[in-house]
């Protein structure tokens, strides 16, 4: 009777998802079991593992979505299949990451009434690489025509991310990093001159410094390069990396000049999931027409019987964000990203006044003007009673995630904190994380170093 019994649960006794074999054990991290276990078990024992990671609504350390809509999870369910490659098989996705890149486009004063031409990615570390090799194969056009050495690129730029100096290895570009002058958050557009020649690539500035959080000065650095070329003929395109800046800027600072309305500015990156409000998984990059991304980096594929060009360093790639990204586009509206961000700047606005006002502490930026977000340091480091790190790990203690770092090259001696406000990060839970902030510098400044913490419990 055994085949009978075969996934017939009717007769099965209970079972209870801790008191199955898989439970009563370390779960496999080397082998795969011979075994099959219930679905139920496995899914607990997984969740609680992750539960080990802590709160992402309390990770203030990221520009990341961490929170979305039902309406989203469900997209992103619907989606599971959907693999952006195959235009062929899931055209109508493919129309929506297009109709994504021409909203983007116009946000960012695409000019023209040609189609921008983009692509979706990963994230912004795929964005800025093709960005990153279009500047590098225009440049390497240019100079072979004009029957110049072509071995020795660099592109300049100030505190970028990480994803730069990728770029620059993996592709051999050499990466000219101008230091970080005494109080500047970024790139400073008289430093650029020093920095720039006839092997420039081009220029990579920041909308969304990830240190400070501020803006480097698009329309000056491009005025700058403006000059530059006046005086020796060198003409340098900027990419813009809005990793983070490029969702916030559209709606809280719509004066700034910093996308393709500045004729200077040759292609965009930004991350869809982070103030794009997508899920994890998806950047864009754009650029301000056709004839700057250089042909033999687009590959076509079939598409509908035609073709259809793809530019990207992954093949499959899940469709489900980019969908997502649509939906948060027409359910939120300009209308709905503007409130989204007036509130978080509001709320970053009321972490700085309390910061403002704790003795010991030297706000460096206070969420407006850039990204919501707030950026610290201490007054007086040598004479404080604990350091930046120690408040960390203090704050650690109630679940807050909080990062204490040195400030980039050249000025390594500051130690920052930083906390980023995004959709899901209420006034409230920032009020609380205020009140935990004074009681963790009590403490600290109380006792040597970690004294005992005082119970947390008040039945
Ligand atoms: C986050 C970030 C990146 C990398 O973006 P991902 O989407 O995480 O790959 C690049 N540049 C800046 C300025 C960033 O803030």
């Given at each position: 009777m055994v085949?009978?019994?075969i996934g017939?649960?009717s007769?099965?006794?209970?079972?209870?998802a801790?008191?199955?074999?898989?439970s009563?054990q370390?779960l496999?991290?080397?082998?795969?079991?011979?075994?099959?276990s219930?679905a139920?078990?496995?899914h607990a024992?997984i969740?609680?593992?992750l539960?080990l990671?802590?709160?992402?609504?309390?990770n203030?350390a990221t520009f990341?979505t961490?929170?979305a809509?039902p309406e989203v999870?469900?997209l992103?369910?619907l989606c599971?299949d959907?693999?952006m490659?195959?235009?062929?098989?899931?055209p109508q996705?493919a129309?929506?990451?297009?109709r994504?890149v021409r909203?983007i486009?116009d946000l960012w004063n695409?000019?023209?009434a040609?189609?921008?031409t983009g692509?979706?990615?990963t994230g912004?570390s795929?964005?800025?690489?093709?960005?990153g090799?279009?500047l590098?194969?225009?440049?390497?056009k240019r100079?072979?025509?004009?029957?110049?050495?072509?071995?020795r690129p660099?592109?300049?730029?100030?505190?970028?991310?990480?994803c730069?100096e990728?770029?620059?290895?993996?592709f051999?570009?050499e990466?000219?990093?101008?230091?970080?002058?005494p109080?500047a958050t970024?790139?400073?557009?008289h430093?650029?001159r020093?920095h720039?020649?006839?092997n420039?690539?081009?220029?990579v500035a920041i909308?969304?410094?990830?240190y400070?959080?501020d803006?480097?000065p698009?329309?000056?650095?491009?005025?700058?390069?403006?000059a530059?070329?006046?005086?020796?003929?060198?003409d340098v395109?900027?990419?813009?990396?809005?990793?983070s800046?490029g969702f916030i800027?559209?709606?809280?600072?719509?004066?700034?000049?910093?996308?393709?309305r500045?004729p200077r500015v040759?292609?965009i990156?930004?991350?869809?999931?982070?103030y794009g409000?997508a899920p994890?998984?998806v950047?864009?990059v754009v650029w301000?027409a056709?004839?700057?991304?250089?042909?033999?980096l687009v590959?076509r594929v079939?598409?509908?019987?035609?073709?259809m060009p793809?530019?990207?360093?992954?093949?499959?790639?899940?469709?489900g964000e980019?969908?997502a990204?649509?939906?948060?586009f027409?359910?939120?509206?300009?209308?709905?990203?503007?409130k989204?961000?007036?509130?978080?700047a509001r709320?970053?606005?009321?972490l700085?006044?309390?910061?403002?006002?704790?003795?010991?502490?030297?706000?460096?930026?206070?969420?407006?003007?850039?990204l919501p977000?707030v950026?610290?340091?201490?007054?007086d480091p040598?004479?404080?009673?604990?350091t930046?790190?120690?408040l960390?790990e203090?704050?650690r203690l109630?679940?807050?995630?909080?990062?204490?770092?040195?400030?980039p090259?050249?000025?390594?001696e500051v130690?920052?904190?930083?906390?980023?406000?995004r959709?899901?990060?209420?006034f409230?839970?920032i009020?609380?994380?205020?009140q935990d902030?004074?009681?963790?510098?009590?403490e600290?400044?109380?006792?040597?170093?970690?004294?005992a913490?005082?119970p947390g419990f008040?039945h």
């Open positions: 085949l009978h019994r017939d649960d007769d099965t006794p209970y079972e209870d801790y008191a199955l074999a898989i009563e370390r496999p991290r080397f082998r795969m079991p011979e075994d099959t219930p139920r078990a496995v024992l969740r609680d593992e539960a990671d802590g709160n992402s609504s309390q203030l990341c961490t929170w809509e999870h469900e992103m369910d599971l959907k693999n490659i195959d235009k062929d098989e899931y996705t129309e929506i990451e297009s994504c909203i486009g695409a000019p023209g040609q189609s921008p692509c979706s990615t912004s795929e964005a800025g690489m093709l960005g090799l279009a590098k194969w225009r440049w390497r100079r072979e025509a004009a029957g110049l050495p072509t071995d660099n592109l300049v730029c100030g505190p970028v991310q990480v730069w990728k770029f620059a290895r993996y051999d570009v990466l000219r990093q101008v230091p970080l002058e109080d970024g790139l400073r557009p430093q650029l020093e720039v020649d006839e420039t690539i081009g220029v909308l969304g410094v990830t400070t959080c803006y480097e698009v329309a000056e650095l491009a005025a700058a390069l403006d530059i070329e006046r005086d020796t003929g060198l395109p900027i990419h813009v990396d809005a990793a800046g800027a559209p709606f809280l600072h719509p004066e700034v000049e910093w996308d393709f500045l040759a292609s990156n930004a991350s869809g999931h982070k409000m994890l998984g950047g864009w301000r056709e004839e700057l991304l250089p042909e033999e590959f079939s598409y509908l019987g035609g073709d793809t530019f990207a360093l992954n093949f499959s790639r899940p469709g980019i969908v990204q649509y939906y948060t027409l359910r939120l509206g300009r209308e709905g990203y503007r989204v961000y007036e509130a978080a709320t970053a606005r009321s700085a006044e309390q910061v403002r006002a704790m003795d010991g502490f030297r706000l460096l930026y206070d969420g407006q003007g850039a977000a950026a610290w340091t201490l007054t040598q004479r404080s009673p604990f930046l790190y120690d960390t203090r704050l109630r679940g807050w995630q909080v990062p204490a770092y040195p400030l090259a050249d000025r390594q130690v920052v904190q930083r906390v980023l406000i959709h899901g990060i209420s409230d839970k009020a609380l994380l205020g902030l004074r009681s963790a510098v009590a600290l400044a109380d006792g040597p170093c970690g004294a913490p005082r008040h």
